[in-house]
C-alpha cells in the first residue's frame, strides 16, 4: 500500500508477556517515529530514526522499550514484561528526509491492551 | 521539557464560528511549523504547515499566522463545522534534524 502500514491492529496481552510490534513504513522514507497515545491524551514520543544516524531514544518510557529498524524500511517496537500501564495506541509515522519533506505520515496505531 | 507548548486543552465552539488554537516554541532553530489533525480511531494527519519566511498561510477555512519575533504560531479555523471536531496538534520541526516536536493538542467540539 503506499501509506504507513500497522501490525497488528489490536493487541492484548497478559501482564508480564512481552509484545511485538511492527511499522512499514512508506517506501523510500528515511525517518521513522514511533508515538504512544493514551485515551484522549496527547501524543507521546518515543524514539526517532533518521538515516543511518543513531537513533534518538530520549523519549522511551523505561528500559523495558526497545525499538530496531532493519535495513532502513520496517521497524519493530518490543515491549518486555507488559505492565497495564503501557496499555495505549502506539501510533508510527515516516517521513522523507528533512527540508521540504517534513511531513509525518501516521499509520492507524496499534492498540495495545494489557491485562 | 516540552518545546512546543499548545493551548488551550480544549474548545468548543458553535457552528459558523471562528476556532482558535495557539501555540509558542523557544528553539530559534525551528523552521517548519505544520499543525495535524486527528479523528477518533484515526492517525493524525497533516491539515496545513508554515515557514518562517511568511506571516500567515490560508488554506480553505484554516490559516496558519506566524510571529516570529514572539516565536508563537496559531491555528484559525473559519466557519467551524461539525465535520472539523477533532484533536488539533501544533509541531515544530528543524530541517537540520526533521524530529518534529509535537504540543499537547487540543480538543475541538463544534456544536451544531
Known amino acids: 500500500g503506499a501509506g504507513v502500514s500497522q501490525s497488528p491492529s489490536n493487541k492484548v496481552t497478559e501482564k508480564g508477556k512481552d509484545v511485538e510490534l511492527r511499522c512499514d513504513p512508506i517506501?523510500?522514507?528515511?525517518?521513522l517515529y514511533w508515538y504512544r497515545q493514551s485515551l484522549g491524551q496527547g501524543l507521546e514520543f518515543l524514539i526517532y530514526?533518521?538515516?543511518?544516524?543513531?537513533?534518538?531514544k530520549s523519549g522511551l518510557p523505561s528500559d523495558r522499550f526497545s525499538a530496531e529498524r532493519t535495513g532502513g524500511s520496517v521497524s519493530t517496537l518490543t515491549i518486555q514484561r507488559t505492565q497495564q500501564e503501557d496499555s495505549a495506541v502506539y501510533l508510527c509515522?515516516?517521513?522523507?528526509?528533512?527540508?521540504?519533506?517534513?511531513?509525518?505520515?501516521f499509520g492507524q496505531g496499534t492498540r495495545l491492551t494489557v491485562v | 521539557q516540552q518545546q512546543v507548548k499548545q493551548s488551550p486543552q480544549s474548545l468548543i465552539v458553535q457552528k459558523g464560528g471562528i476556532s482558535i488554537i495557539n501555540c509558542a516554541y523557544e528553539?530559534?532553530?525551528?523552521?517548519?511549523f505544520p499543525w495535524y489533525q486527528q479523528f477518533p480511531g484515526k492517525g493524525p494527519a497533516l491539515l496545513i504547515a508554515?515557514?518562517?519566511?511568511?506571516s500567515e498561510k490560508k488554506e480553505g477555512r484554516f490559516t496558519i499566522s506566524f510571529n516570529k519575533s514572539a516565536k508563537q504560531f496559531s491555528l484559525h479555523i473559519m466557519d467551524s463545522q461539525p465535520g472539523d471536531s477533532a484533536t488539533y496538534f501544533c509541531?515544530?520541526?528543524?530541517?537540520?534534524?526533521?524530529?518534529?516536536?509535537f504540543g499537547a493538542g487540543t480538543q475541538v467540539v463544534v456544536t451544531p
Open positions: 530514526f533518521q538515516g543511518n544516524s543513531a537513533p534518538d
Open positions: 517506501s523510500g522514507h528515511t525517518a
Open positions: 508554515i515557514r518562517p519566511d511568511v
Open positions: 509541531a515544530a520541526a528543524s530541517d537540520s534534524w526533521g524530529k518534529l516536536q
Open positions: 528553539n530559534t532553530a525551528f523552521d517548519y
Open positions: 509515522a515516516s517521513s522523507s528526509t528533512g527540508g521540504q519533506g517534513t511531513e509525518a505520515f
